[in-house]
């Protein structure tokens, strides 16, 4: 299966520590969006890329949230001195990137933070 | 201010009911986009409706697209107990933008 990858799929740790998440988009995707979700919510946007350019960050990505997808593959999203507030799945998804309007959107199973 | 507002938030039902849920906004779309996500999992498209009135049949499932193209509902017939899950409804305007969603549970 060629779908989204995301590791890992869970993360435990303690409030003030870093933590590093990945994602594998579908090879021949160009967009690639990061999305967090809280219990009973709609996922809540984060920021995309089209190939290596970040190309928009919500106001929700605090100074404290990097992502970054150097060779515009693979991303990564770090998380510096987490915070009790950042608990929650962190769900990374891909398109083709050939619209500007209606691009079918891919989701990974999504990495579930817990801050304790 | 939210951009979609769907309803119910939740919805519990026995097997073999009719439901409907609603996507609503006082925005205009060019399309609208329907998942459905599983506990532990990410959403995934069930279907796109793009033109004003539009109807589109999966199975079971029926999908509506308002004439103004600002609201969007969802039918199911006959629930199952596979049918449960977080139903969103989402347009696409660079990325998607989700509503809240509808929790539902559908017991056997």
């Known amino acids: 299966d060629t779908g989204v990858s995301q590791n890992p799929r869970h993360k435990i740790t303690k409030r003030g520590q870093n933590v590093t998440f990945r994602c594998d988009p579908i090879?021949?995707?160009?967009?690639l969006y990061w999305y967090r979700q809280t219990l009973g919510q709609g996922p809540e946007f984060l920021t995309y890329f089209q190939n290596e350019a970040q190309l928009e960050k919500s106001r929700l990505l605090s100074d404290r949230f990097s992502a970054e997808r150097p060779k515009g593959s693979f991303s990564t999203l770090e998380i510096q001195r987490t915070e009790q507030g950042d608990s929650a799945m962190y769900l990374c998804?891909?398109?083709?990137?050939?619209?500007?309007?209606?691009?079918?959107?891919?989701f990974g199973s999504g990495t579930q933070l817990s801050v304790l | 201010t939210q951009l979609l507002e769907q309803s119910p938030q939740f919805l519990s039902i026995q097997e073999g009911e009719n439901l409907t849920v609603y996507c609503n906004s006082s925005?205009?779309?060019?399309?609208l986009q329907w998942y459905r996500q599983e506990p532990g999992e990410g959403p995934v498209l069930l279907v796109t409706v793009v033109t004003g009135g539009e109807v589109k049949k999966l199975k079971r499932l029926t999908f509506q697209f308002g004439d103004a193209r600002k609201d969007s509902s969802l039918h199911i017939t006959a629930a199952q107990p596979g049918d449960t899950g977080l139903y969103l409804c989402?347009?696409?305007?660079?990325?998607?933008?989700f509503g809240q969603g509808t929790e539902l549970s559908v017991k056997p």
């Open positions: 998804a891909s398109s083709l990137g050939t619209r500007v309007d209606n691009e079918k959107l891919f």
């Open positions: 090879s021949e995707h160009n967009r």
């Open positions: 925005s205009v779309f060019s399309s």
């Open positions: 989402a347009p696409f305007r660079g990325k998607l933008i």
